[in-house]
């Protein structure tokens, strides 16, 4: 499972660095704090459907406090990206 929690922060940070690259050359202002609140409210969801989609495949046992756990993990890590990059 730590390849989905590596790819959920590293996609919400490469999406983040490239809008604020693209808003750097055109020279307008991007509400960061808007895209990043934005990127982190969509990995949550994206997340609670992997964990559904490993209970339903039954490729594993996914507790309450274990999907509860990993949601917790993923959303630090997620944030630790977006806000090292401002």
Do not use: D
Not at 25 to 32: L, N
Not at 53 to 68: I, N, P
Request: glycine share 10%; aromatic share 10%.
């Amino acid at each position: 499972m730590s390849p989905v929690v590596t790819a959920l922060s590293g996609a919400a940070g490469s999406i983040s660095v490239s809008r604020i690259s693209t808003a750097l050359h055109s020279g307008r202002k991007e509400p960061y704090l808007v895209v990043a609140a934005t990127l982190f409210a969509l990995a949550c969801p994206v997340l609670g459907l992997f964990l559904l989609f490993l209970w339903v495949t039954g490729q594993a046992e996914v507790t309450g406090l274990f999907a509860g756990g990993f949601m917790v993990v993923v959303a630090l890590q997620v944030r630790a990206a977006l806000g090292s990059l401002y």
